[in-house]
């Protein structure tokens, strides 16, 4: 605590400038943010519990950097109303490497992706660099089908922890031509230069259309196709964060669930809210909980759907929390909420996990994020990766 120059500044100006200035003024005082959502969005009840006991199709949905701090950030914006806290069984994951405390998106999606802990910057490989099957590996092996969902590149940490194998996220060209063999049915995210503009002059994009695969550029295009295999790369980058990309996450992510649905065998899905953790890296509140505020909106459209189908298990969770964001101040009755961030990176917090719908559980407790896998592919009925 203490005052510094910055904060008498912000204070003096505050009692000349009106509320819209000052909170452009806010962003730049990184040691106490403020943000207040202006319109708050109603939450829906979600009917509670399935009908039928079966589970047919498991939805993992992946908060990258989201931890309580930023979910209690976004409950405190849209005035203490999340459609989190529909979820009826909830725990805790330890997030940590197998060669490092605090962990990052690889070594942490590898670990709920394959059920092994890893390396530090390692995806979809172990702790020598061997491949490992994933969850969307096994998921296709047992005849179910698969899709990604990210607001990222597909080759970054996340998606690539459960489509490729790399010992180092870094090589994002090198990931993005695992893309060619990994099965997975629908995928949806940015990253196009990596498939297109190559050190290596090759075109994946042609080379995914001769796998079958329909390869589309738009987030509309994506929207109004309704192929069986979809590589979509409607970025060059990143999407753009929220809510400047307007709903498209939570479009992409329903008409996915809609495609695979369409299948008939069942299917996994993964649906990453990407961008959370880049805001936490930039100490951005207004930024987080934008993202997790898009991500909860998600969360309600996986739900609905999830109770309109019956045999579907819907998973929340995070690879790590990002930011070491703390809640100082706030008011429920405003929107408005104030925070501290105390790192650039991420730190060493256990992070939620939230379930819903048949088998939802077994997510109660406190455990390592490689129980995460084990407990799906328990529920998918299939033991794999030396078990
Ligand atoms: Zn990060």
Same mark, same amino acid.
């Given at each position: 605590?203490?005052?510094?120059r910055?904060?008498?500044?912000?204070?003096?100006?505050?009692l000349?400038?009106?509320?819209?200035?000052?909170?452009?003024?806010?962003?730049?005082?990184?040691?106490?943010?403020?943000?207040?959502?202006q319109?708050?969005?109603?939450?829906?009840?979600?009917?509670?519990s399935?009908?039928?006991?079966?589970?047919?199709?498991?939805?993992?949905?992946?908060?990258?950097?989201?931890?309580?701090?930023?979910?209690?950030?976004?409950?405190?914006?849209?005035?203490?109303?999340?459609?989190?806290?529909?979820?009826?069984?909830?725990?805790?994951s330890?997030?940590?490497?197998?060669?490092?405390?605090?962990?990052?998106?690889?070594?942490?999606?590898?670990?709920?992706?394959?059920?092994?802990?890893?390396?530090?910057?390692?995806?979809?490989?172990?702790?020598?660099?061997?491949?490992?099957?994933?969850?969307?590996?096994?998921?296709?092996?047992?005849g179910l089908?698969?899709?990604?969902?990210?607001?990222?590149?597909?080759?970054d940490?996340?998606?690539?922890?459960?489509?490729?194998?790399?010992?180092?996220?870094? /090589?994002?060209?090198? &990931?993005? *031509?695992?893309?060619? $063999?990994?099965?997975?049915?629908? +995928?949806?995210? !940015?990253?196009?230069?990596?498939?297109?503009?190559?050190?290596d002059?090759?075109?994946?994009?042609?080379?995914?259309e001769?796998?079958g695969?329909?390869?589309?550029?738009?987030?509309?295009?994506?929207?109004?196709?309704s192929?069986?295999?979809?590589?979509?790369?409607?970025?060059?980058?990143?999407?753009?964060?929220?809510?400047?990309?307007g709903?498209?996450?939570?479009?992409?992510?329903?008409?996915?669930?809609?495609?695979?649905?369409?299948?008939?065998?069942?299917?996994?899905?993964?649906?990453e809210?990407s961008?959370?953790?880049?805001?936490?890296h930039?100490?951005?509140?207004?930024?987080?909980?934008?993202?997790?505020?898009?991500?909860?909106?998600?969360?309600?459209?996986?739900?609905?759907?999830?109770?309109?189908?019956? /045999?579907?298990?819907? &998973?929340? *969770?995070?690879?790590? $929390?990002?930011?070491?964001?703390? +809640?100082?101040? !706030?008011?429920?009755?405003?929107?408005?909420?104030?925070?501290?961030?105390?790192?650039?990176?991420?730190?060493?917090?256990?992070?939620?996990?939230?379930?819903?719908?048949?088998?939802?559980?077994?997510?109660?407790?406190?455990?390592?994020?490689?129980?995460l896998?084990?407990?799906?592919?328990?529920?998918l009925?299939?033991?794999v990766?030396?078990?």
């Open positions: 605590m203490g005052f510094n910055t904060s008498v500044l912000v204070a003096v100006i505050s000349y400038f009106p509320a819209s200035v000052m909170a452009q003024a806010d962003q730049t005082v990184k040691d106490n943010l403020q943000y207040t959502l319109v708050p969005y109603p939450v829906e009840k979600i009917s509670s399935p009908k039928k006991a079966r589970i047919k199709n498991v939805v993992l949905m992946i908060g990258d950097g989201m931890g309580l701090t930023q979910v209690s950030a976004a409950w405190i914006a849209n005035r203490g109303q999340l459609y989190f806290e529909q979820f009826t069984h909830t725990g805790l330890k997030t940590t490497a197998a060669n490092k405390l605090i962990t990052d998106s690889g070594a942490g999606a590898t670990a709920m992706a394959s059920g092994q802990k890893t390396i530090y910057h390692a995806v979809g490989v172990d702790t020598v660099g061997r491949d490992l099957a994933t969850l969307t590996d096994i998921a296709h092996k047992k089908a698969t899709g990604i969902v990210v607001a990222c590149s597909l080759t940490a996340t998606p690539a922890s459960f489509a490729a194998n790399n010992i180092d996220r870094e /090589e994002e060209e090198e &990931i993005a *031509t695992d893309f060619l $063999e990994s099965k997975v049915d629908i +995928l949806f995210g !940015g990253g196009r230069r990596f498939f297109n503009r190559r050190k002059q090759r075109d994946l994009l042609k080379e995914m001769d796998k695969y329909e390869v589309i550029t738009s987030s509309t295009d994506f929207l109004n196709s192929q069986s295999k979809i590589l979509a790369v409607v970025e060059n980058g990143q999407l753009d964060i929220a809510p400047k990309r709903p498209v996450f939570q479009e992409a992510s329903i008409h996915t669930l809609n495609l695979l649905k369409a299948r008939k065998k069942g299917f996994f899905a993964l649906l809210g961008r959370i953790d880049d805001m936490g930039m100490n951005n509140l207004p930024g987080v909980v934008e993202e997790v505020l898009d991500f909860d909106q998600t969360i309600g459209r996986v739900l609905k759907w999830a109770a309109a189908d019956g /045999e579907t298990l819907v &998973i929340v *969770t995070a690879d790590h $929390e990002t930011g070491g964001l703390t +809640l100082l101040d !706030g008011d429920i009755s405003t929107g408005r909420v104030s925070g501290k961030f105390s790192t650039g990176g991420h730190s060493g917090v256990l992070v939620p996990v939230y379930a819903w719908g048949p088998g939802a559980e077994l997510f109660t407790g406190i455990y390592e994020n490689t129980e896998f084990h407990k799906i592919i328990t529920l009925g299939k033991k990766n030396g078990e």
